[in-house]
């Protein structure tokens, strides 16, 4: 399961370091209004899969990926989110 993250966030790193012609992420990555828009669009989704009952899975994953490239493309580093989420336990 972790691999799976590791390997979309090393993903949108290589993406980001060295971009490919016609990718997608590429395109969120350089586009930061883009990147917002389908961040919030695929938030609203999975609320409504949750809500209607339906691609809950698909909608969540969709949410994954385009916040772990949102973050890189703002230069927000995930091992700093994870380590602020490790200093709220309790």
């Known amino acids: 399961m972790l691999n799976t993250l590791e390997n979309l ?3 949108a790193r ?5 971009p490919v012609e016609g990718s997608y992420t590429n ?12 961040v919030l669009e695929e938030i609203n989704e999975l609320i ?8 809950k899975i698909h909608e969540a994953a969709d949410v994954f990926y385009h916040l ?4 890189e493309a703002n ?3 995930i091992e700093e989110v994870m380590s602020e989420l490790d200093k709220r336990k309790k």
Do not use: H
């Not at 290589?14 to 060295?18: I, P, Y």
């Not at 395109?27 to 389908?38: E, P, Q």
């Not at 772990?68 to 973050?71: A, Q, T």
């Open 27 to 38: 395109k969120l990555l350089s586009d930061k209004s883009l990147s917002k828009a389908k």
């Open 68 to 71: 772990i490239v949102y973050l």
């Open 75 to 77: 230069n927000i580093k």
């Open 9 to 11: 966030l090393n993903l």
């Open 48 to 55: 409504e899969a949750v809500e209607k009952n339906t691609n």
């Open 14 to 18: 290589e993406r980001k370091a060295t």
